[in-house]
Each structure stands twice: as C-alpha cells, then as structure tokens.
C-alpha cells in the first residue's frame, strides 16, 4: 500500500483499480497521514481557514433518503431567517474575524433568484473584503451566472456519489446524478470556486464507489471536497441505517490531500459530531478548513441534518477562542482573511 500512497502523492491520480486497493486497505493509515500533513503544510502552512456558516432555511423541496429537513419529514420544525436575520449573523461573524461567510439552506422555494441576488448584493457591499459562498441545492445555469454576477465567489454543491446506481439508492427519481453533475459543471463555468463531496459510508457505498469519487474529483478538479461521516437521522428512510466511521473518513481525507494538495477539505461538523475531537483528528488527516456556525442559536437545533449534529458547543461561531485553543494544542491555527485557494501556485504561498 505504500507503494501506492507514494505513487498518488507524486502522481496525483491512481488507476481505477488502484484506487479500490488503496480504499479497501486501511493498513498504512498513520503513514498516509504524515504524508497527508506535509502536503497540506506545503501550500497552507499550519494555517486553517475559517467559514462562518448561516444555515438561512431548513425548508426544502426535497426528499434525499439521508436527511433530515426533507420535504416529507413532518416532524421537522421549519424556520426561515429574514434578510435582517441573516445580516445579523454575518454583522456578529464579522466582529468575531470571519471573512468568509456560507450561506446554507434546504432548496427553499421561497428564496428566489431575485431575493437571492438582493441579499448577495447587500452583503457584499456591506462586507466587500469577504468572499461569500451559497449551498442552496441545484438551480438553473441562469441563476448560477446571476448569482456570481452580483458578487458570489464560491458555491457548495456536494456530488453525493459519482455512481449511478448509488445515487439511485440515496435520492427519488425526480433527483437524477445528471442533473447534480450538470450543475456542478455550470457552476464552473459561471465562475465560482467549486466544492463537491460526499458522505463517507452512506447506505449502498462500496469501495468502487469511493474509487469513482477519486476519478470525478480528479477530472473535475474543485476547489474544495466536503468529506463528512453518513450520520443517520431518526426521521429518515435510512434511520436504521449504519453510520459511516470515523476511520474511513479520515482515510478518504488523507488520501484527498494527495490527490490534490492544494484543495481545500473541511473538517465537517458530522466528523466533529461522531467524534469529540473528530476536526482535530481530520486536520491531522489533511483537512485545512473548519466551519463554526454563526446561525441564531435558537435556530442551529433545527437544522438537523441528522441525529445528534453539534450545535452548542465548540462548533459554534461564539467559542472561537475555545476553537482556536484547539488547534493550538495540535500546533495550528486560524489564517487571517478570506482564504482563497492557493491553486497553482506551486507550494510556494505558504511558507510557515
Ligand atoms: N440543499 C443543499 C444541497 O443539496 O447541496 C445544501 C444543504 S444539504 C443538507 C448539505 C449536505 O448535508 C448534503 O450535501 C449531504 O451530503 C449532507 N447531509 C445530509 N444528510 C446527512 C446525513 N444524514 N449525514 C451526513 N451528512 C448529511
């Protein structure tokens, strides 16, 4: 297996077959994360980019098998923040230092194109050294290129899995892989900074599933892959269903990091949820971005994704000094800034 973590890190692709080798072995993880750490320390330094999180709506048109604020779920509580709400978390985040700020929800048909660009373009007037990312679910190439006109900068839009079958398993039929893959290429072409990603051990996932993520990661080449834990929720068709593990998350980070050192790879607060130091445990694994959460805390309970998510403790944009001390203890810490990606640059930006 060394072989092929060597391989991968100085090639930054593996064969399909490779991969599913290296996915289906854990054996040389710890070798994988000191790997995994130098790559990261070339481009960011012990640096940590911070994203001030909004989850803006719980509503959503959707009903993804995996998650909690479906459509169908009847029991969840809805809410939805007013432009005046969410101005006020990025007012709070601001003075806290975040210079980034994602605004998250279900797809809520309430929020229209129009009032869309409405608060992006108030944001960013209010806020123009901050960059600004949306992950609001899938929308026509028009609104994309309307979004990013008015001053977004990066969008979220995770793939879920590269498969087709599997994504049949985890979605209804109105919800086609082709229909998230167009977007995501849409989104390119508008402009933005891409994330995709998926969840670690989500139902029907094999290891050639995870092999296929690679390839699509490696062709498509965003800017940031979220890799978080599948976490059940209790009001969901898989509530019954096995969580992904901690292991096998911190595996596909480590060996993200490889494929692509200069990508940006969020500790997920799902990792920090299955484990009490699970986003430490992802930093030293490669990841290099972690995202508090600057929604009303009344709020932050109702957007549950799935059972159990952090909501009142160290996730929380309010004990960033806690979260700062952290990552001191594992010799990190927060960049100043926007923390745009140092694509291209040949591992050169970051020399501490
Ligand atoms: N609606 C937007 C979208 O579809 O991209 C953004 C919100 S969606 C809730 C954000 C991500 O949460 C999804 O892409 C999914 O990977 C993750 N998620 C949902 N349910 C989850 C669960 N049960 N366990 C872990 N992650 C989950």
Redesign the pocket.
Known sequence: MRKLIDRLEQNHSLEKEEWIALISSESEKEYLFARARIASRKYYGNHVYARGLIEFTNY?RNNCY????RHDNRNAARYRLSEEEILQCCENGYRIGFRTFVL????DVYYTDERMVRLITKIKSLYPDCALTL???ERPKESYKKFHDSGADRYL??H?TAVDPHYRMLHPEELTLRSRMDCLWNLKEAGFQVGCGF?AGSPGQTAECLAEDMLFITKFKPQMVGV??????HDTPFAGKTAGTLGQTLYMIGLLRLLKPDLLIPATT?LGTICENGRELGILAGANVIMPNLSPKENRKKYE??DNKLCAGDEAAESFQHLKSRLDKIGYRFAEGRGDPAEGLGGMKCTT
């Open positions: 959503c995996y998650c909690g604020i998250q929800g279900g797809e992950s609001i679910g839009l995770r879920e969840m978080g834990p599948f976490i059940p929720h799902a994704l799935y």
